[in-house]
């Protein structure tokens, strides 16, 4: 079972096969819903399981590529203090 908040590729059925990629929503025995961010808004699309053909869980960022992440913020952090340190000759 794919946990609400994950996110999700759903595909379906209907000709053309439709995509939708975005967030898993609240689950009922009908169908469930995406939410789905644009322009920096999120919305909302109810889907029926009788809809649906696939629906396959994405997975996030990799454990490394977020240490890669923290390594960098924490580099930028010191740098910039480096910078400020050396600024006000302290």
């Not at 929503?25 to 939410?35: H, K, L, M, P, R």
């Not at 999120?42 to 992440?69: L, Q």
Request: without cysteine; aromatic residues 4%; charged residues 20%.
């Amino acid at each position: 079972m794919i946990p609400a908040g994950s996110a999700v590729e759903v595909k379906l059925k209907q000709k053309g096969s439709s995509t939708i990629r975005g967030r898993l929503g609240a689950i009922t025995d009908e169908g469930f819903e995406i939410q789905i961010a644009k322009s920096g808004k999120v919305s909302s699309e109810k889907v029926a399981f009788t809809e649906v053909k696939s629906v396959k869980a994405k997975p996030g960022m990799s454990f490394v590529t977020k240490a890669f992440i923290a390594t960098g913020v924490g580099v930028l952090v010191l740098l910039v203090i480096g910078v400020i340190v050396a600024a006000t000759g302290s």
